[in-house]
Every structure is written in structure tokens, then in C-alpha cells.
């Protein structure tokens, strides 16, 4: 078992380097761009897209970097450093961060064929399941004699598949929801900052327990990343993330998901609170929601077309956003407030114990709702 650390919560040591993750990619965003022109890395458009000019790509390279100068300060710092001497995850993540932005980059210039990339997705996945990034345990809501439930314990095979299913599921979700300028990079923001907030409350929560550190550490990079390349990214865009943005995205969001919720220990945790025990998956499940609502609808969308999972359409979320009216930013805002209200929702009911988290929760999703519908309401009363 990890040892834990009494001390207070190193909230200003995550904002640091969240916010140097944050500099470091907006400075070098630019020099990317650059680069990118140079090179040819170009998203010409087609017709699914809804750019109609061409705009360069490949911005992952900065987002990339932002987080290695991140977790690189974390290291100077005495309290964040931790992350680094019991575990192996943040090591893990910049190695496998580091090659999925390589592929990436290299579609973003070539174009790769799908099997390509998930070959790649799927050996970027697996070096994170070799530095130990898996799946331990989780409560299931059955169980032996008293009723409470039990904890579902995994071999180390279980959760390295489990782990691999997760990251290229994930990586291909943020992959295909990443179609609107500023909407993957928001959402990934949102997810991150929703991440880091679970993983501090589990850290608060369980007295210090240093297994929280690289799953906030991680998340907190990520945020800042995410950010730095919103005023660059943002409609209208002036470059895109490209495939080497929005797979790091994903791997990321799906390797600090795994570290956060499934090392939790159990132990520490009241067995007549379901909320507390399902805390893991419903956090990860609000989470990654809206990307992964994305990846399932086209996929059952597609096949039952007699289609490959991966052939392009314009039917995504955001699309059928822009069909009933919205305009490109309301539709990206529009997205931002769903994974906010259900992230941070979830998140919420997980650490405060009161019954507002859930009435603020439910209106947020009205709200969510009622000005998703505001153009269709508008369209009927003039007819």
C-alpha cells in the first residue's frame, strides 16, 4: 500500500504547472504553425468538414511539449515529486504521449490508414500497461454475505486489456469528436479539470495517499495544454490540434481516468456509501461522456450502414448541432456545457455529502437542454 502524507492539499503546486503547461503551449504554438505551413501539414477542406479555407494542423506538437515542461517542473518540486518516486504513470504517459504524437504528426502530414493508427493507438497503450498504468480494482454492487457488495480484484492481464480498451477507446473518441474549432481542446480541458479535482478530493480524503499525485499531476498538465491552445485554436481557428493533438488528448485523459480511479483504495472507504464506491466509474463515465456518446452513435451509425466504423460522415454531435441552427461557437459552448454540468456534476456528489450537489446537477442539465432546443422551438413558432 502507498504511504500517505499528512499535509494540506498541493492545490498551488497543480496550478503551477498547469499554467506553465499553459504558457509553454501557447508560446509554441506559433513556431508549430510555422513548421507545420512549411512542411506541408495542411487540413484542406472536404466536404464534411466545416472549415472552408485551408488551415494548418499538427498543433499537438505544442500541446506536447507544453505537457513535458509541466510534469518536467512537478519534478523540481519538492511536494509534486512524489508522483515520480511511487509510481511509474507520469513517466509512462510522456513515453506513450511522446509516440502517439509522433503518429499523429505523421498523419497529420500523410494521412496513415485507420489500421495503422489503432495499431499504433494500440502499441502506445500497451507501453502505459508496461510502466504499470492498469486497472486494479473496482466495487461491484454484489457480492458475499453481508450484501454491501465486494471489491472486484483484477490479475494483472484483466487489467492491462481493460486499461488497452479504455486509452484506444478513448483516443478515438476525442479523434472523432475534434470537428468544430476549439472543441476538443475545451473538452479535454474540461475533463482534465474535472480529473485533477476527483483525484485531490481522493487525496484529501484518504489523509495523503501519494496515489493520487500522478493521476492530479497528469490531468493538471493536460488542463493546461488544453488551454494554452484554446486562444489559438478557438473559431475562428488559425490552427488546428490535428490527429496528434486530439489522440494525446485522449490517451492522456484516459491514462489519468485509469490512475485516478482504478488504484483506489477500498479499504478507506465506508461500505454502506454506493455513492463513494461507484465514485471511480461514475467519474469516469461523466467524464469521458460526451466524447465517447460521439464515438458509439457513429460507430452503431455507420455499421448499420453497412459502413467501416471509421469512414467519415457529418453527422457527429456537434453537426447536428450546426443542423438545427446554432453557430459554430454556440454549438462548441453548447458541448462545453454538457461535459462541464455532467464532469463536475459527478465529481461534485462524489466529494460533498449534500443533497444541493444533486438539485444544481439537474438543473444544469435543464438548463443543457432547454438552450439546446432554443433554435427548433424558435423554427416552430414561426411556422
Not at 508549430?32 to 466545416?50: E, Q
Not at 479499504?267 to 460526451?290: H, I, K, N, R, Y
Not at 454549438?331 to 455532467?342: E, R, S, T
Amino acid at each position: 500500500m502507498p504511504p500517505t502524507i499528512t499535509q494540506g492539499l498541493p492545490i498551488r503546486e497543480y496550478l503551477l504547472v498547469g499554467l506553465t503547461a499553459a504558457a509553454l503551449t501557447f508560446l509554441l504554438t506559433g513556431l508549430v504553425r510555422r513548421f507545420a505551413i512549411k512542411i506541408g501539414a495542411v487540413a484542406n477542406p472536404r466536404a464534411r468538414d466545416v472549415h472552408v479555407i485551408p488551415i494548418p494542423r499538427m498543433g499537438g506538437l505544442a500541446m506536447y511539449f507544453g505537457v513535458v515542461g509541466g510534469m518536467a517542473l512537478a519534478h523540481q518540486l519538492p511536494v509534486l515529486r512524489r508522483a515520480f518516486e511511487y509510481s511509474l504513470d507520469p513517466v509512462g504517459v510522456l513515453i506513450g504521449g511522446g509516440l502517439i504524437v509522433l503518429i499523429g504528426a505523421l498523419d497529420d502530414r500523410i494521412e496513415l490508414d485507420a489500421w495503422t493508427k489503432l495499431a499504433g493507438q494500440v502499441m502506445c497503450a500497451g507501453l502505459l500497461v508496461l510502466f504499470g498504468l492498469q486497472w486494479v480494482s473496482f466495487w461491484v454492487p454484489w457480492g458475499e454475505g453481508d450484501g454491501l457488495g465486494s471489491v472486484l480484484v483484477l490479475d494483472k492481464n484483466q487489467g492491462g486489456l481493460l486499461a488497452v480498451f479504455l486509452v484506444v477507446l478513448m483516443i478515438n473518441a476525442m479523434n472523432f469528436v475534434d470537428g468544430l474549432d476549439g472543441l476538443a481542446a475545451g473538452l479535454g480541458f474540461i475533463a482534465a479539470a474535472a480529473t485533477c479535482a476527483f483525484s485531490l478530493g481522493v487525496l484529501h480524503d484518504t489523509g495523503g495517499d501519494v496515489g493520487s499525485y500522478p493521476p492530479a499531476l497528469i490531468a493538471a498538465a493536460l488542463a493546461g495544454a488544453c488551454l494554452g491552445f484554446l486562444p489559438h485554436n478557438f473559431q475562428p481557428a488559425k490552427i488546428f490540434m490535428g490527429d496528434s493533438g486530439s489522440m494525446l488528448i485522449g490517451l492522456m485523459l484516459a491514462a489519468a481516468s485509469t490512475s485516478a480511479s482504478g488504484k483506489i483504495p477500498y479499504s478507506q472507504v465506508d461500505p454502506t456509501d454506493t455513492v463513494a464506491l461507484l465514485s471511480p466509474l461514475l467519474v469516469v463515465a461523466a467524464v469521458l461522456f460526451v466524447p465517447l456518446l460521439d464515438l458509439l452513435l457513429a460507430v452503431v451509425r455507420r455499421t448499420r450502414r453497412g459502413e467501416s466504423p471509421f469512414a467519415a460522415d457529418k453527422m457527429h454531435l456537434h453537426h447536428r448541432l450546426l443542423e438545427i441552427g446554432h453557430s459554430q461557437r454556440r454549438a462548441v459552448m453548447l458541448i462545453y456545457l454538457w461535459a462541464g454540468v455532467l464532469a463536475f456534476g459527478v465529481v461534485s456528489v462524489t466529494l460533498f455529502d449534500t443533497g444541493a450537489v444533486f438539485w444544481l446537477v439537474g438543473a444544469g442539465l435543464l438548463l443543457a437542454i432547454l438552450v439546446s432546443a432554443v433554435p427548433r422551438l424558435r423554427s416552430r413558432q414561426r411556422v
